[in-house]
């Protein structure tokens, strides 16, 4: 095989069976990728159904919790009454934390002392009573001392009057309340006006327990909700809280089997055509290497038949040439020139007609007359050829036969006989061979037995005994002439008359061909 040819031919199989590997790899995973965006699109679809709800009934509870406050508490004094009566289960505790210090409700002096210890909740409850916008305190930053009050500054945030003997009014309306978190302390806070300076005033939530107040009104489809402090780069979606929302990875799709199902068959006949792909692919290098072999076989055996008589040609012709030879030994070569042409000939047209049906070509030619008119004088010339090879001949033709009419090639009928008597005498050839050419006619056909009495063809031989080119390696090692083509070339003819040609009978004691030819009408 051509190096180039066959590289390309190398580089064509691993590029398609990538593709088909690759191909069934993603219909293997195409259920899961088209489940996986429908689940995230109903995700995204039960999220947005579920936020007006949950949003709706955080400001409710929050609101409740601010009504609680209404104006400041009462302010320069350390403890007050709790603002409006008890308070939420997820409210940690109401504090306002004013220039002079912090400030809780009576009995909250535990709350007061979780407070204290929060040295960056504290601090930043300043700031950010001053400023809403300004950073949550970090313990690591630096701190200094303001000279004048004695106290320490972080952040941007001032004192009004220091003298905190002195009565703490408020002196403008409170702003709008706000939240931040620090750790896991959420601060829901408002600034309030004052004469010693701005004040912060809230309360402290728990964000757990108010996350069960709202995972109950979340779609229930989704089965993994979860309310959590937003995460870095994360978006709050429950404003004013910085608490996001997630719907979770679990979601529960009642109809996830009639999609899987509706699915099946697209990733089934993915893997089908992969596999076909695969298997087209193969079945297409075998033919090629199989065509090949037979190719390789066909020049080496048509070399070896030409090389025979031109070899005879040449040495013959050679001797004539030098005129030296007795007039038998003349008679003798022309004699032998003769059959070697002949031989040179068949070949040939055997060689060409296997060549014509190949392309689909036939002669397209019909002779037409009675049997009895066109068959005895074919099987003379048949008869002729086998008695010259030492083959004793016989022929049967049924008496009813002898008005049917015919119509058929006749010179395809004589190719296909002559290269079954082609093979008697390459197989069968000894002492007393014989063939029998028995006619019969069968249900609209007639049928042409060929018999001879060889030793008959083995059950290896019987496999690939139509097929072109195929020999044994008897024949192949050349002690038998011929290319393998005779019989595949016969029956290509029989079948492009309208007819067929199959082996019927072989043993030991010889070996039947049938050939069917159609009647005319």
Known sequence: MNKKLTIILISFVVLTLAAALWQAREAAQLEDKLLRIDQNAQTARLLQLSLPRVQAEMERLLAEERNKLGDMAPVGQINYPMPGGSKADFNCGFFLMTPAGLQVPMGEEHFRAALDSATAVTDTMRRKADNPGAPVFDPNETSHYDRSTHLPVFGVYQIKDTDFSKPMYQTDPPGPFFAWHAGENLIYMRSVPTTHGNAAEGFVIDATKLAAHLLPLVEPELKAPEIDFARKGEAANLAPLPLVLRPGNQIDLPDTGARRQALSNTVTAAWVTSGLSIIVLFSLLAFYARLERRRSDFVSAVTHELRTPLTSFNLYTEMLRQGNLSPEKVEEYHETLYQESRRLGHLVENVLSFARLTRGKVRGRQDCAP???????????????????????????????????????????????????????????????????????????LSIRFSDNGPGISDNARKQLFQPFSRSAKDAAGSKPGIGLGLALSRDLARSIGGDLKLEHSDENGTTFLLTLPLGE
Do not use: M, W
């Open 371 to 445: 049997c009895g008119k066109l068959l005895p004088a074919l099987f003379e010339k048949v008869g002729e050829h086998l008695r010259k090879a030492g083959f004793q001949f016989t022929q049967t033709i049924d008496s009813r036969t002898g008005l049917l009419s015919l119509r058929t090639d006749l010179l395809s009928v004589e190719q296909i006989l002559t290269n079954l008597a082609d093979n008697a005498i390459k197989y069968a050839a000894g002492a007393h061979a014989a063939v029998n050419i028995r006619v019969i006619q069968t249900h609209r056909a």
